[in-house]
């Protein structure tokens, strides 16, 4: 069950990374990854594919 954890956390902190150098504010709250900011809008209004995500259409 360890593993599985550290695995976990491992994920969402080279989530929270990629979404950083995306130039998006991100971090970690529990089993959270939190991305906010003015980052996160620029790329949300430039990238379809991202703003997609959230529509389940990928």
């Known amino acids: ?3 599985l954890e550290a695995r ?3 994920r ?3 989530i929270a990374a990629v979404l950083g150098d995306m130039g998006v504010e991100a971090v970690v ?3 959270d ?3 906010s900011g003015a980052g ?3 790329r949300w209004w430039r990238d379809r594919a991202f703003r997609d ?3 389940g259409q990928i």
Do not use: D, F, K, Q
Request: net charge positive.
């Open 1 to 3: 069950m360890a593993l």
């Open 8 to 10: 976990a956390a491992a």
């Open 12 to 14: 969402r902190a080279r």
């Open 29 to 31: 709250e529990g089993e």
């Open 33 to 35: 990854v939190r991305a």
């Open 40 to 42: 996160l809008m620029g």
């Open 53 to 55: 995500v959230g529509r």
